[in-house]
């Protein structure tokens, strides 16, 4: 039975679990909620998360939420191809990129973000986006560091890459990449775009 996967379109925390399906080539078969709707504060749903949140997945009957913590179960329950080095530093290393791109960035990222996603051009507030661009470039030295002259952030492509992806996706849309101070940072995106299981993403409509 293929893995049931509850989504929203767009859903930047539902591309992540997107992308680890993609890369392991397992199939999957979604089940999209209209969140302006609210589908995903009903009764029914909330069973499933009580977040009221997506991504959800159903793995058999097995119920599991938050994005990060579902592609670590993806990659021990469906070890091939393995997305998580052996090494237990660079396993931790990995969660802390990861913590640092998702937690410490989040206040300035939603700040910028809701500008873009919840107001039209002319009604933006050009200065905010402009001061907030420009936090977020800083704070994103950090990664352009720990990236270095790899190709991905631990070496090899893993899933520290597939959980930061969807974010840095979405900091270009919002103008805050790419930048000559972060030319590593810029290379990393081309390299993930490049991927199929991202390119996989491009243009997917809500499966209702
Ligand atoms: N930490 C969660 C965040 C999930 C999340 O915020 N999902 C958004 C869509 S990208 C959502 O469902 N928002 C609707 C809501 O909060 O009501 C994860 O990584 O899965």
Redesign the pocket.
């Known amino acids: 039975m293929a893995i049931k996967l509850y989504d ?1 379109v ?5 591309d ?1 679990v997107k992308i680890a399906l993609n890369e392991k080539g397992l199939a999957y078969d979604r089940v999209s ?1 209209n ?1 302006a709707r ?1 589908d ?2 009903k009764p029914e749903f909330l069973k499933l998360n009580p ?5 959800v997945i159903d793995d058999g009957g097995k119920i599991l ?4 913590i ?1 592609n670590e179960y993806l990659d021990e329950k469906y070890p091939n191809p393995p997305l998580m080095p052996k090494d237990p530093y660079l396993r931790a290393r990995g969660r802390i990129l990861v913590d640092y791109g ?1 937690n410490y960035l989040h206040t300035t990222y939603f700040a910028l973000r809701d500008e873009f996603f919840f107001k039209k051009e002319g009604e933006r507030d050009q200065k905010l986006i402009a001061d907030k661009q420009r936090e977020l470039r800083g704070m994103l030295g950090y990664l352009e560091e720990a990236l270095g002259e790899k190709d991905y952030f631990l070496g090899e492509f893993s899933l520290t890459d597939v959980d930061l992806w969807p974010r840095f996706g979405r900091l270009e849309d919002y103008g805050a990449l790419p930048t000559p101070a972060l030319p590593r940072l810029g290379a990393w995106i081309q390299r993930m775009k490049a991927r199929p299981s991202i390119k996989a993403l491009v243009g997917q409509k809500p499966i209702y």
């Not at 767009?10 to 539902?14: E, I, L, M, V």
């Open positions: 929203a767009p859903s930047s925390n539902s992540r909620l969140l609210r995903q504060k977040y009221g949140k997506v991504p939420f938050e994005s990060c579902i998702m």
